[in-house]
């Protein structure tokens, strides 16, 4: 079942679409998943289809095809680097590295006590900033440094109650 | 029209329709993949990309309407050109494995890659990697790299099956078909997707790695499970069925097969083959001769005869049977004197027998369900019942038709329902009366005095209301009447109410024939009423036993509509002649078992539900002493020394059964004459709508049977893979929530299920979507074959 505030927030979603059209809210419904609890399981994916009146396949679809939904559990705070040619050029592979060093992980993984995740993500439309990365797709980081990346890890590290 | 070029030919071509439509109908081939011309267009492949004069770039066919004067090149060098490019793309991912693959020889990709594909692959890099997956015992995706996602089966899923199955997971190189969380793929219609698949991603699984496509020779025949009469392609190598296919027939089954008639000739060659006739001897089976065990049969039946009167002798077919063993089963039965036949072995009322103008049939063509633009569907497990003429029905709601639903359970149509009453069996008369109270009201219309006395007094419930209305506004509605119908108590009182319900809204109404000859069996006059005397029908032949049986492919406590009493008949009987394919429970209670042919192994007709008479070959030499049951027939008739006996040929039994008759002129569903009782309280639950709480103390719930797709017959119940789905898995005691609690049990218990004499265990299902007082228990299965009568009531209890 969908959390109460979950359905709360995709009944208010799905007043914007014709009542036969309501797997048009599901993008909205995986998305208010993941802000909830920091990924979709399968059962998420399943109660968003029971929902919608979609089939559970479709859900799937829509959740594998989209790169910023998670398919597994992901950090507390889940750094997204952008590694597409704009910020190759600008070092991503260096902020990359960086990252893997510091935090002892690779991309994709999340570190032992799931304060950090690390992934790799495609162009985040502000190339003028690159090198870059985001905090659990929300915040955007850039013009990034050796330095500065350490000094938002402290700070990330430190935070009290994030919502992830 | 419009006109168009094609390489240079003139073609005229229907606004609206493609370019590959236009060239498909002038004969011109364009290479695809993706377009299938029952599917949507998806346009992903691109390998249809053709020349059009004045566009700047090639074109996909498949995507591109017609317009005037457009003018088309399939082989111009631009054409060529794209055609050749898109084939490199395609097979830079596609391993090269075809020597293993099981779609060597019939493969798309590989025909045009012939065609169309370089010597030597430019591509040095790695390729992708698809992991296999298990989608259940019929389809085979174990080799999903071969994929060439162009989402044929995923559209067959959504468009044609109903249900969204498989779908394309991830994104570009990384894109996969899979299904959800690694379900399996349980569509009845599944196996369709091995046919569209165009590479060997998804393969049959049955057949995998037995035989090479062109190994096999093909031969025609028709499938002998439900009535729709499939047309199919039997694949044989060696004298073994290899596979089945379906062979187009747009009029029947379209390019499709049900899983059912496409997997079931698996259960050709298991153990239980019945491969020489047996007589039980001292407790004891023996082999024996041909002409033993038939002059054994002669004998005892002479005898019987002449001790107890011919009356004695009864004998039960299966629907499945031919018309040809049906019908010289009845002349057999009739030559000696006793007019007890029947093939209607799960029908409980017989009160129209005799009364009805004509035989039982769809009341329409099958194609006609195209047009229909408003159906109510009584009484049917359709999807399970009847899988095509299901996913007909889909395909003219998809167009806009809408379809209203009377019935005891609610299972998922896959399809869009516009009204449904959701009622106990016992209410089924009563709301049919509502509705048509209700479109007498609509149509301003009176009521025929024939039906006065079912309608009663008070208003018609809201959903008869809303399908009355609904069958009212339609131009050309259909009014389906199914299994389940046919099998009700009340199904003379059923047919009535339908037949003047589509009078008043001046729509079709019809039966969905129970079996492939349901419909062959009125024109075999394998019933009791069809000759003089009127003899004892299935039920009464059980209800008051018998001294002799012949039973033709019957199983007795699973192909009837009650277990306890047919058991019963059979053990008291002093001779029972078990024709059958398979050694079965017959062995406790038959005295001769004789081997019969399966279709695959004999010639013969059956007509479908429409009146098609459909006669196909035998594809195979019986296996061990088998024979075909005409020949049995026919030489038992010798031997009893009954008149015209002579056939030298299943054709000439066919030509003499129809007698050069005009089928179309033998259909009629017309009942008159029938004296309609009016409702007893009992049956006649107050107009609410019948969900509602039932006032009677539970004495016991009303039963609601089914019979499982693959427990209809004697083959499907032995085919192995159609065996290991999720639609075989043992019946269970399905109720509503408030039953549940009402008796203290939670889904999973086991209960002790007891109707007359015997009493089974079976595991809780709660199903919200049963109406309440009604448990839903299966019939035709082993598991539930110590059950009384299909309809009834059920005591249940904690076991
Ligand atoms: S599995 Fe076959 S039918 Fe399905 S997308 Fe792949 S190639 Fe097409
Ligand atoms: S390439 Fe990194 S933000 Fe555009
Ligand atoms: S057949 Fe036209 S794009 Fe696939």
Not at chain 1, 126 to 153: H, S, W
Not at chain 2, 84 to 105: A, R, S, T, W, Y
Not at chain 2, 711 to 740: C, F, I, K, N, Y
Request: hydrophobic share 40%.
């Amino acid at each position: 079942m969908l959390s109460q505030p979950i359905q709360e927030k995709l009944d208010r979603e799905l007043k914007k679409y014709p009542v036969d059209q309501k797997q048009s809210a599901v993008m909205s419904a995986l998305r208010f998943v993941q802000d909830e609890k920091g990924w979709i399981a399968p059962e998420d994916m399943a109660d968003v289809a029971a929902y919608l009146g979609m089939a559970q396949m479709a859900v799937y679809e829509v959740a594998s095809f989209y790169h910023m939904y998670n398919l597994k559990p992901m950090g507390k705070h889940t750094l997204t680097v952008c590694t597409n040619l704009p910020c190759q050029l600008s070092g991503a592979a260096d902020t990359v590295a960086h990252l893997k060093t510091r935090l002892g992980i690779g991309l994709g993984e999340v570190t032992a006590d799931g304060k950090f995740g690390l992934r790799e993500g495609e162009c985040m439309g502000a190339c003028v900033d690159a090198p870059m990365f985001t905090v659990n797709n929300r915040k955007l980081c850039g013009r990034l440094t050796a330095e500065k990346i350490d000094q938002i890890l402290a700070e990330l590290s430190t935070e009290q109650g994030a919502k992830p | 029209m419009i006109n168009i070029e094609i390489d240079g030919k003139h073609i005229e071509s229907e606004s609206g329709s493609t370019i590959i439509q236009a060239a498909h109908s002038a004969g011109i081939a364009i290479p695809h993949f993706c377009y299938h011309k029952k599917l949507s267009i998806a346009a992903n492949c691109r390998m249809c990309l053709v020349q059009v004069e004045k566009a700047p770039k090639p074109l996909p066919a498949c995507a591109t309407p017609v317009s005037e004067g457009m003018k088309v090149f399939t082989v111009s060098e631009q054409a060529v050109k794209a055609q050749k490019g898109v084939m490199e793309f395609l097979l830079i991912n596609h391993p090269l494995d075809c020597p293993i693959c099981d779609q060597g020889g019939e493969c798309q990709l590989q025909d045009l890659a012939v065609g169309y594909g370089g010597v030597a692959s430019r591509y040095a890099e790695a390729k992708r990697v698809v992991t296999h997956k298990d989608i259940g015992p019929l389809v085979s995706a174990e080799e999903m790299s071969r994929c060439i996602n162009c989402t044929r089966c995923v559209r067959f899923g959504q468009e044609i099956a109903g249900v969204m199955e498989l779908g394309q997971a991830f994104r570009g190189e990384h894109a996969e078909i899979m299904s959800f969380v690694s379900s399996t793929v349980d569509s009845e219609l599944s196996g369709n997707m091995i046919d569209l698949c165009p590479v060997g991603a998804l393969t049959s699984k049955p057949f995998r790695y037995s035989a090479r496509a062109w190994e096999l020779s093909r031969r025609r025949s028709i499938s002998p499970h439900d009535s729709l009469g499939s047309n199919l392609a039997v694949q044989v190598k060696g004298n073994q069925v290899m596979r089945v296919l379906p062979v187009e027939n747009e009029a029947i089954n379209e390019c499709w097969l049900s899983d059912r008639d496409r997997f079931s000739y698996t259960a050709l060659n298991v153990p239980e083959r019945l491969t020489k006739p047996m007589i039980k001897q001292g407790g004891k089976w023996q082999e024996v001769e041909w002409q033993t065990a038939l002059e054994y049969i002669s004998h005892g039946l002479r005898d019987i005869a002449k001790r107890g009167g011919a009356e004695q002798i009864g004998a039960l077919a299966t629907p499945n049977s031919t018309l040809e063993e049906m019908y010289l089963l009845q002349k057999l039965l009739r030559g000696l004197g006793s007019n007890n036949v029947d093939f209607r072995l799960r029908q409980s009322d017989f009160s129209a027998d005799g009364k009805q103008a004509g035989a039982p049939w769809l009341g329409m063509a099958v194609a006609d369900i195209n047009q229909a633009d408003r159906f109510l569907l009584v009484g049917s497990f359709l999807r399970k019942d009847h899988p095509l003429l299901a996913s007909r029905i889909r395909q003219a709601v998809k167009r806009g038709a809408q379809a209203n639903v009377l019935h005891s359970t609610d299972d998922d149509l896959l399809m869009a329902v516009a009204n449904k009453s959701i009622v106990a069996p016992s209410a089924m008369v009563s709301v049919l009366a509502q509705i048509l109270q209700a479109l007498a009201t609509e149509k301003k219309a009176r009521l025929d005095g024939a039906v006065q006395a079912l309608v009663q007094a008070g208003s018609p419930s809201a959903e008869a209301v809303a399908i009355a209305k609904n069958l009212a506004g339609g131009q050309h509605p259909a009014i389906l009447l199914g299994n389940f119908a046919q099998q009700h108590p009340q199904a003379a009182q059923l047919q009535l109410l339908a037949q003047h319900i589509a009078a008043l809204c001046n729509a079709k109404f019809g039966f969905m024939g129970e079996a492939a000859n349901s419909l062959g069996g009125h024109l075999a006059q394998a019933v009791p009423f069809a000759g003089g005397k009127a003899g004892m029908n299935a039920t009464a032949m059980l209800a008051a036993p018998r001294k002799a049986y012949l039973l033709l492919n019957v199983e007795a406590e699973l192909d009837t509509h009650n277990p306890q009493q047919a058991l019963a008949a059979m053990y008291a009987a002093d001779m029972v002649v078990a024709m059958s394919a398979y050694k079965h429970f017959a062995s406790d209670y038959a005295d001769v078992m004789l081997p019969i042919a399966p279709f695959t192994e004999t010639s013969g007709t059956f007509v479908n539900t429409e009146g098609r008479v459909q006669s196909f070959n035998g594809t195979v030499k019986p296996l061990g002493e088998a024979r075909p049951a005409w020949k049995v027939l026919r030489v038992l008739g010798n031997m009893l020394n009954v008149e015209g006996f002579d056939h030298d040929s299943s054709e000439a039994v066919r030509d003499e059964a129809l007698g050069g008759m005009d089928v179309s002129s033998k259909l009629n569903n017309t009942l008159g004459g029938t004296e309609v009782r009016g409702l007893g309280t009992e049956q006649a639950p107050a107009h609410h709508s019948a969900p509602g709480p039932q006032s009677s103390a539970l004495s016991g719930l009303q039963r609601v049977a089914d019979v499982p797709i693959y427990s209809s017959d004697a083959m499907v119940r032995r085919a192995p893979p159609l065996q290991a789905t999720h639609d075989a898995l043992p019946p269970s005691a399905a109720m509503h929530g408030d039953e549940l609690a009402k008796l203290g049990l939670k889904p999973g218990d086991m209960v002790k299920a007891s109707q007359g004499e015997g009493s089974v265990r079976l595991s809780v299902v709660l199903d919200n979507r049963l109406p309440r007082g009604v448990v839903r228990v299966a019939a035709g299965h082993a598991l539930t074959a110590k059950m009384g009568a299909m309809f009834g009531t059920i005591s249940v209890e904690r076991a």
